[in-house]
Antibody, heavy 121, light 108 residues
Framework: EVQLLESGGNLVQPGGSLRLSCVASGFTFSTYAMAWVRQAPGKGLEWVSTFSSGGGSTYYADAVQGRFTISRDNSKNTLYLQMSSLRAEDTAIYYC??????????????WGQGTLVTVSS | EIVLTQSPGTLSLSPGERATLSCRASQSGSGTYLAWYQQKPGQAPRLLIYGASSRATGIPDRFSGSGSGTDFTLTISRLEPEDFAVYYCQQYGSSPKTFGQGTKVEIK
């Protein structure tokens, strides 16, 4: 059974930093792309970032490019999202999602339960 | 960036009725790289359909998807009580991956 467990969400001040983690189990983590998708309160879904497997390429939404960094540790089956220069508009539930294959052009076949990030003073 | 527009915003139906949800892409670059997700309050999204028409593992056959290019449809043949939720389409054939704004299927 595929499981994705996020952690690290918290209340942070504007301009601050936070690191999210996602521990995966139930599949061969190293062979799939992994992603972060967020959902602002009462709003729709927004893709944030993808880390492909194999070549290890990373991709970002324009809204977070230069502020967020996605990484993965295949030895720990863990995906990370380092967020810096946080803004109020980054407030959202952040979901970890498994890509349907190794590259960037994937859908999301499994999702974690999410972790809440609140950016406020 | 491909913009996905879902319609209607809200669909009010009774259990047993047929639901037809639309997703229109601003460009045809997504081909059949279109997925549908269901989200219930307080829960993570769940994959229903990928490749425009393939059901994900464990999804009942009352859910079906169709379309290609710019026009896609999710059909729920007979609504069950557990089907009342928000549905999102997502294209993954072009970067960045984008979602529609969602259609809420509510009990009439």
């Amino acid at each position: 059974e595929v499981q994705l467990l996020e952690s690290g969400g918290n209340l942070v001040q504007p301009g601050g930093s936070l690191r999210l983690s996602c521990v995966a189990s139930g599949f061969t983590f190293s062979t799939y792309a992994m992603a972060w998708v967020r959902q602002a309160p009462g709003k729709g879904l927004e893709w944030v970032s993808t880390f492909s497997s194999g070549g290890g390429s990373t991709y970002y939404a324009d809204a977070v490019q230069g502020r967020f960094t996605i990484s993965r540790d295949n030895s720990k089956n863990t995906l990370y999202l380092q967020m810096s220069s946080l803004r109020a508009e980054d407030t959202a539930i952040y979901y970890c999602a498994k890509g349907s294959y190794s590259g960037n052009y994937h859908y999301f076949d499994y999702w974690g339960q999410g972790t809440l990030v609140t950016v406020s003073s | 960036e491909i913009v996905l527009t879902q319609s209607p915003g809200t669909l009010s139906l009774s259990p047993g009725e047929r639901a037809t949800l639309s997703c229109r892409a601003s460009q045809s670059g997504s081909g059949t790289y279109l997925a549908w997700y269901q989200q219930k309050p307080g829960q993570a999204p769940r994959l229903l359909i990928y490749g425009a028409s393939s059901r994900a593992t464990g999804i009942p056959d009352r859910f079906s998807g169709s379309g290609s290019g710019t026009d896609f449809t999710l059909t729920i043949s007979r609504l069950e009580p557990e089907d009342f939720a928000v549905y999102y389409c997502q294209q993954y054939g072009s970067s960045p991956k984008t979602f529609g704004q969602g259609t809420k299927v509510e009990i009439k």
